[in-house]
Every structure is written in C-alpha cells, then in structure tokens.
C-alpha cells in the first residue's frame, strides 16, 4: 500500500462537500542521522536481494523477517528484542532483517506498509494467487514488541515433523513407511530411523528443528515416558537404555534382516546409540551422516516456480490443469469460475516449443498468465478414453480446440461453451463473460454517498462493513474485465465503483493526474458533530507497484485488506448469493480463484452438523481435529488454527466435493481415538471418504498449502487410504464448555465406579508418580553428570523437607519449577509451561477429590436407605 496519512496531516471531509486528499505517509518519520540498526555480523543475517532468494531457498529452517529503517524510531526501540530473541533461539530458528531504503522491492512485494513488520516464513511452498509465483508462507505478527512475546509465537508456530512412538505397532510403521515428507524420497532416506526416548512431557523446539532439517532425508520419532502408557520404559529397557535422554538410530527399509514390520526386528538389530551432547550441532551431524542425501528441488516444489502444481517439462505448462473425465467432474463442473479448455491429441507434455505445432494449441502457459484472475485454464487429451469422452460431451470434434465455459453456476455444458479461435477470442469471450453487478458506476451526484456508505469507520457497520471504498477512475465506459474481476476476487472486503470517462476536473478533485487510476479510501473516525468524516486513502502507484495487472492490483489489494482488517480478513469474503449477484470467487489458491456460490466459514463438527458435514451422501469430508481445551494459550493457538482454515476454505471454493469442517477433539475424544490419533498429534487433518469406507490423515503440517495438496492427492488417489466404519456417532451429550480432558477426564471417570475402586485408582496414579520420579531422576542425573556433578534442580528438591518419594505429583512439579534469569527466554518459556502443568495437576486433583467425595455422599446414603428399610 503506497500510503498511509498521519492523524495531524489528515484533512477532514464531509460527506456532502467529499472535499479529500489522498495522503501518501509512513508509520515512522524520517530522522536526521542515520545509524545502521543491526551490524553486518551479528546476530540475525541481513538480506538484501540475493538473501532474501536463498532465504526463500531454505526449506528446513523457520524464518522471522523483520522490515526496517535505520531511521525509524519504532524500529530502533524493538531492535534490542528483536536481537534477543533471535539469540535465544539460535540455532533452531534463523532470524533475517530487511532494510527497506535498500530493498523496497521485497517490501512492496511482501505487502509491507509501515515499520517494523515481522513475519514468520515458514518452509512451506504456497502459491501467490496474485502473481501465480511460489513462495514460502508467511505468518505476520502483530503481538507485543518484546522478545519473549516474539519467541512464544514462533515456538508454538513451529512445524512438528516428528513422529509419535508409543506402541510396537507404531515403532514398526515409522521403520516402514517413515515419515509423509518421506513419501517420494530415495531409498537411502529409509535406511535408517532415529527416535528419542525422553522423560519429557513436550516435543521440544530442538527436536522439532531437528526433525525439520533432516525432512526428506531422515524420519525422527519421538518416545515419552511420562505419557506414552509404558511404551518408551518397555523400548530402552529392550535397547538397553538406562539414562535419558537417549537418542537412538534404528534401521529402516533397508538395514537389517526380515520384515520391516516385524516388531522384532526394531529391538533384535544393532542399535546405535547417541553418546555426545544433547545439543543441536552435534546431534545435527551424527543424524545428518547416517541421513540419507538433500532431497532435489523441483519446479513444482520449490520458491520463484510458477503455476498451479504442474511440474515442469520440455514443453511450457505452468499454471495449466490437465484434465481427464474425473477432474472435470472435480474441479470445473461445479465451478463458478471461468474455465478456458484445450482438447488436443497426442503427447501433451513433449517438445519444447508448441507455437509452430499444428496439433497444439500456441501459448496455453501465456494464456494462462494472460487471464490469471479471471478464468482458469485446462488440457485436455482427446487420444485418451475419458478425455475423447469429454470431447464429445462438449460438441468438441476437431483438434485441436479452445472452448471457454464462461463464468456461473451450470454453465459448464456444450449448450453455453463459447468456440475460441485464438487466444485473444478466449480472452475476450472469459471477460465478456464476467458479471458487473460488483462494480458500481459513479457520477457527480452519486460519488459522495457512495463513499459515506462505504467508507465506514470502524465499528460503524459491524464485522460486515467493507474495509474501504474503491473507486476506479477511467477513461472507459464500461468496467473492464479486470476490474470486474477484482471486484470479484475481493467481494464483501471492499465496495468497487467506477467513474467512466473521467473528466479532468474529477481527477483534480481528488489529485489525480492520469487515467486509469484507483484510489481506496476510508475512515478511520466516526463522524464529528458536523458530519465530517477524516478520511485516509491508498492509491495505486505504478511506480511502486508496477503496471496495472491483476497480480500487481491483486497484491495492493490484498496487503491494503490485511492491514485494514488483519491477518482473517479473507473471512470477509462474500459469495455472489450473499451479495446480491455482485460478489463471486475469492482469489486464494493454485487455482486463482473461483469457486462455488457458498460460504467459507469452516463449521465446527457436532452431533447437530455432522449430517451435512460428513455423510455417506455428500463425497469426502476433510475435518480439522483441534484441541477444544478453554485455556487462554490452547484458545489463541485454535484461533490461529481456525484462520489457517479460513485460509484453506478459500482456497478451496470451487471444489464442490469435500466438506471441510473441524472438531474439537479432546472433548468427542472418541473420535481421534477411532483413527489412532493422540492428543499430541494434535491439530490432524482427517479426510474421510464415508461412501468407500476409506481414510486418510495429515499430521504435521497445518499450513493451507500443505492441507491443500493433501486434499488434491486423496481426491486423485495419489494418498495412501486406510480401511474405516466411518464417522463415529458424535456424543450429543457432551457440553465441550465444561467437559473434562485429558486425564481429567479419564480419572473422573475412573472414580464413577465406586468407592470400592477408589483405591485402585489412586494406586495408579501413585505409581505413574513414582514412574516419572524415577525417569526425571535418571534424567537429572545424567544432566548432572555430563555438567561434571554440577547442581541441579534435583538438588533443590532433595534439600527440601520431604524427598521426592514421599512427594505427590503436583509438590514434586513445584518442587521442579525453574528459576530463571531475566534474559533466559527459553527457561522462561518452560516456566510457563511448568506453570500450566502445575494448575491442571492441581485442577485434575481437586476433580478426583470432588468425585470421592461425591462418591462417599452416594455411598453414605445409600447405607442409610438399606438400613430404613
């Protein structure tokens, strides 16, 4: 967004007199000396150009990006945070800084409009729906400028790549199949597996990092002891482990005798065991000499490639779907969206130039680009079975041949395709075909209500207002197709108006030297007494953002919506039956755009939903398995997940054939478990096909591209499927509200069936205690011993008046709570959680008590009832 006013120079405007100037600012003002920020070698890497390409390159690290100026004075007092944050988690996580008077280039194409801006690149490939380019994803963040806050959000946004261990049955699946990134990956990726047993609770940001930059090269699996029923104890004690924690590399496929599923086999071949520091450079060169080689970057796969997945190949196809009878019936039959399609015989994919091929359509990969935002493109090939039948059903009988389905519902038959003899036909016939109810023609008289009604300050109009007026100034007279196609892609986000053969006088009223210009504006304070309103405006500069395209529209658009409306401001977005016709798919996606006439609000799974959103009737259901815990962090992380959904919704518009929806998994418990899916492989993508008996499930990742192309491989076939009953029946009894989880739950549970077997129960409990006394004993010591006998909190605990034998749970986890140093943000970050563990230890033990009491008074008057009579 070119700019942004300041409160002192922005003038007032009354919505009679529409007396406004568009107001060209930035959020921090320039100062007179100019030191830089941060030093060449410090702490964080600098990235000018050439960084930023291999930064986009890395896709086994965690980035945070700071955008700055040396002269920005908001940037220079979160410079210290920011340095100490990134010390803190080095090496784990790689911290980058952009200076934006050396790199405006990488600021306006990452939508950056004020300082400092962080971003969290994560090392997933999505697809700019804009631009059609792939880049990593980013996460903003907008939480509070200090290092601890900027560390919280990265650890608990990292990936998880690691794999649980908790059973023989899973120890023997992780040594066959690996990892989901291991999926195409080379023979000597499998030899070989590593897993950690430890005593801790938690995957730990190192493991994480660990098993990120080994993805596609190593599988990395996880055994807790303390909350794994008894399998880790039971998998040492068979590899001979006595202290943790202990990382061992099993083999794989390949190493080894007999079956890779055998449970044997695991525990009767040579195991080698990790003796060095449990730090991350050592630990990351043993794995990395037994791993096996960097996976290739591909086309499809990797930053700066273009199109919608296609892979590269001698002949150009970026950004072209190819189609058989299945994906038409897929992905364009029920599409709202514009659909331009080439019937060709023969080898698609062969020859390296197609513009002097007789049998070819010219340029499909140009075409393409030439209506991004408008209409998709597909292939056809008439020499295959399906793709004849196709042919046929769409009155296609000489090849080769366009055909453009023009944009609306059921206009995807032979009797509405319209015959394109070139591509310039099929670009004209797609933008004929674009509705311009979205896109509002002004004059005169009608300019000034039109941004009153528009142009609301926040607040005005409820969460449905638009985030601004756009008003696009021509010398057209009517809405050109990109413009309708804009108003399209951003339905219910903005409000789009036109002022045709725009006048030299108009265009002075609003400081304007050129058509065609677009100019949002809105309101940032409710109306004075008088009525006016201060207005702040964004104008399009093609000297910032290059020349008018729907990718260079597209991204001012979409940076100018996330900073009106936040990081979900594509919940926003309308479908045409929800905005009176003039709405229409919402860009987002490989896919650019399009999508059924509904609405992307990702429903929450319940006994009341699941009908609609899961049945035997209505083709796959993907559903979101989160934990529903009510907790300050687990609600923030939920939140985070939800929008991440939205994200996916939108992407997803035009594929009618999956419902997605998510459940709050710790509450209706019993469905994870149906799928063998634990609390800590939480949030799980579950896509199940009831009609077939089938399912799948993605777990982590939970980024929309990810989620995406999972999606795209079940509904191909390309994903392995698992046999299932279906849905379980949903527990309509369940207030998820108040319902007990976890362990709580289990052990409330446990007490309802009676005082007779209270005894039992707290004897299980009591000896899970001494189970993880004597694994964090272990632990400590071995700590204690590789620090040369150097104290430990252990020690702590021992001077304390009662050991830790005699103490319960919850005294042993205060007893344990870390003291920590000011600047350790790290071991702040494990206090936190100590915290958390403590209060639902606590929670959990004034629940047992309620229940025994609750109990006891049952008990007590059900003697006193036999005894009356």
Not at 842 to 862: V, Y
Request: glycine share 10%; charged share 25%.
């Amino acid at each position: 967004v070119s700019g942004l006013d300041t409160a002192a120079d922005r003038p007032a405007m009354t919505a009679a007199s529409g007396a406004l100037r568009a107001l060209v600012a930035l959020a921090c003002v320039h100062g007179a000396a100019l030191q830089a920020l941060y030093p060449d070698n410090g702490v964080l890497t600098k990235l000018d150009s050439k960084g930023w390409e291999a930064m986009q390159a890395d896709l086994q690290h965690v980035w945070v990006v700071e955008f700055y100026a040396d002269w920005c004075g908001h940037c220079k007092q979160f410079a210290s945070a920011y340095q100490k944050a990134a010390a803190s988690l080095a090496p784990f996580v790689k911290f980058g800084a952009v200076n934006a008077d050396v790199s405006p280039d990488i600021m306006a194409a990452q939508g950056v409009n004020g300082y400092p801006t962080v971003k969290i690149y994560l090392p997933e490939v999505t697809t700019n729906p804009y631009t059609g380019k792939r880049a990593k994803e980013a996460l903003s963040y907008d939480g509070p400028r200090t290092a601890k806050g900027l560390v919280d959000f990265v650890t608990r946004n990292a990936p998880n790549h690691v794999v649980p261990v908790t059973s023989e049955d899973k120890l023997a699946a992780l040594k066959a199949d690996g990892a989901p990134h291991l999926r195409e990956a080379p023979a000597e990726a499998h030899a070989r597996r590593a897993v950690l047993i430890t005593a801790k609770t938690d995957t730990s940001l190192m493991l994480k990092s660990l098993a990120l930059a080994l993805r596609g090269r190593m599988a990395v699996g996880e055994a807790k002891r303390l909350s794994d029923e008894g399998y880790a104890a039971t998998l040492a004690a068979e590899l001979g482990v006595d202290s943790f924690p202990a990382l061992i590399v099993l083999p794989g496929r390949e190493d080894g005798e007999g079956d890779a599923h055998g449970a044997d086999e695991a525990t009767a071949a040579p195991a080698e065991v990790y003796g060095g520091q449990m730090k991350y450079e050592p630990l990351m060169a043993f794995l990395a000499e037994r791993a096996g080689p960097p996976p290739a970057q591909t086309a499809e796969s990797g930053p700066g490639a273009s199109g919608a997945g296609s892979k590269r190949t001698a002949r150009n196809l970026d950004g072209v779907e190819l189609i058989d009878g299945a994906g038409f019936a897929a992905m364009v039959e029920e599409d709202e969206f514009a659909w331009v399609i080439a019937f060709e015989e023969g080898a698609l994919a062969e020859g390296a130039d197609d513009t002097d091929d007789a049998a070819r359509v010219p340029g499909l990969a140009r075409l393409a680009a030439q209506v991004r935002g408008m209409a998709n493109v597909g292939l056809v090939n008439a020499s295959e079975a399906s793709g004849a039948q196709l042919a046929a059903q769409l009155g296609v009988d000489v090849f080769p041949a366009l055909r453009v389905l023009p944009y609306g519902a059921g206009l995807k038959t032979a009797a509405a395709a319209v015959t394109a003899a070139d591509a310039a036909a099929a670009r004209k016939a797609v933008g004929d075909s674009l509705p311009a109810q979205g896109v509002e023609l002004l004059n005169m008289g009608s300019m000034d209500p039109f941004m009153a009604r528009s142009a609301q300050p926040p607040g005005a109009a409820g969460a449905t207002a638009p985030l601004a007026a756009c008003i696009l100034f021509s010398d057209k007279r009517d809405p050109p197709a990109l413009y309708k196609a804009l108003s399209l892609h951003f339905s219910g986000v903005f409000d789009f108006g036109m002022v045709p053969a725009a006048d030299a006088a108009t265009l002075s009223r609003f400081q304007l030297d050129r058509v065609p210009s677009l100019l949002c504006l809105y309101a940032q304070k409710p109306p004075s007494a008088e009525g006016a309103v201060e207005m702040a405006g964004a104008k399009f500069d093609e000297a910032a953002h290059g020349k008018m395209s729907f990718a260079t529209l597209g991204m001012f658009l979409s940076g100018l919506a996330e900073q009106r409306g936040g990081p979900g401001w594509h919940t926003r977005v309308r479908s045409p039956s929800s905005s009176g016709g003039a709405g229409g798919g919402a860009g987002g996606g490989a896919r650019s755009g399009g999508g059924k006439a509904d609405d992307t609000t990702v429903h929450e799974l319940t006994s009341k939903t699941a009908d609609d959103l899961c049945s035997a009737s209505g083709g796959l259901c993907a559903i979101a398995l989160l934990d529903g815990d009510r907790s300050p962090e687990a609600t923030a992380a939920r939140e985070g997940h939800l929008t991440t959904l939205g994200g996916l919704a939108l992407r997803r518009r035009g594929d009618p054939s999956v419902r997605l929806s998510w459940l709050d998994a710790t509450c209706q418990d019993h469905i994870p478990a149906a799928f063998e899916i634990s609390d800590a492989d939480l949030p799980t993508l579950l896509v199940i096909a009831p009609s077939k008996g089938r399912y799948a499930k993605l777990m982590g990742t939970f980024t929309v591209e990810g989620m995406s192309r999972f999606i795209n491989a079940v509904v191909a076939g390309r994903a392995s499927t698992m046999p299932t009953d279906g849905l379980p029946a949903l527990d309509a009894s369940l207030d998820c509200d108040t319902a007990l989880r976890g362990a709580a739950k289990a052990a409330a549970l446990e007490a309802e069936g009676g005082e007779e077997d209270m005894g039992d129960i707290m004897a299980e409990i009591l000896e899970e205690e001494r189970e993880r006394q004597a694994a964090l004993e272990a632990e400590l010591a071995a700590q204690a011993a590789a620090a040369g006998g150097s104290a430990s909190s252990g020690d702590k605990a021992g001077a304390a008046s009662k050991s830790k034998e005699e103490m319960t749970e919850l005294e042993r986890l205060e007893a344990e709570l870390e003291d920590c140093g000011a600047h350790d943000l790290l071991c702040q970050a494990r206090r936190d959680k100590q915290l958390q563990a403590i209060e639902k230890r606590r929670r959990l033990e004034e629940q047992i008590a309620e229940a025994k009491k609750k109990q006891k008074k049952k008990k007590k008057k059900a003697k006193k009832a036999s005894s009356g009579a």
